[in-house]
């Protein structure tokens, strides 16, 4: 499974980047105004930092307005992976972007029918939001599960991007489960290394280790 950071902090990107740990990164608009960067620098910059799609999501509500700023955005860099919302002009700007080599993550995916749809409209990456459908008391993990059935059943190529991660129990049941990228905020991720026997293990390693009275270097 990829990893792409859910995220448009760049301190937070270099660091994760220069552990070789991404193979992407996320925004949306709340996310880039959380950074309080400008837009297009930001995407510009995190460009540079990885080589993998980096997804800069449309504002506009209608299909002309998505395909020009789709258009404007992926200038930016051939890594650049335009961002629109599922709904029907959105299915219309993905299916002209993706026509023209642009990339394409479909997002706002809350069931398997939008996302039946996105992959028959050519999108490169379909967002389904785990943790907006937990919210909800629905179980967000099931549509991953529905989804990966579907594409599989129909070989669609559509990578199934697990979003709207909130916790590391959501990153195992996402890889269990076959998302081919999963989007995690940068805490969520740093906190995958952590198990509590990993830590009373290496306390008692060094303790064991300052009784022998030796140094390595
Ligand atoms: C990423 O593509 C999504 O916009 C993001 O994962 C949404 O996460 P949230 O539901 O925690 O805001």
Sequence with gaps: MKFFADTADLDEIRELAS?????GVTTNPSLVAKSGGDFKETIAEICKMIPGPVSAEVVALDADGMIAEGRHLAKIASNVTVKVPLTWDGLKACSTLTGEGTMVNVTL????NQAL?????????ISPFIGRLDDIGLDGMELIEEIREIYDNYDFRTEILAASIRTVNHVKQAALAGADVSTVPPATLKALVKHPLTDKGLEAFTADWAKTGQKIL
């Design 117 to 125: 749809l996105a992959a028959k409209s050519g999108a490169t990456f």
């Design 19 to 23: 552990m070789g740990l991404l193979d």
């Design 109 to 112: 995916c809350f069931n398997a």
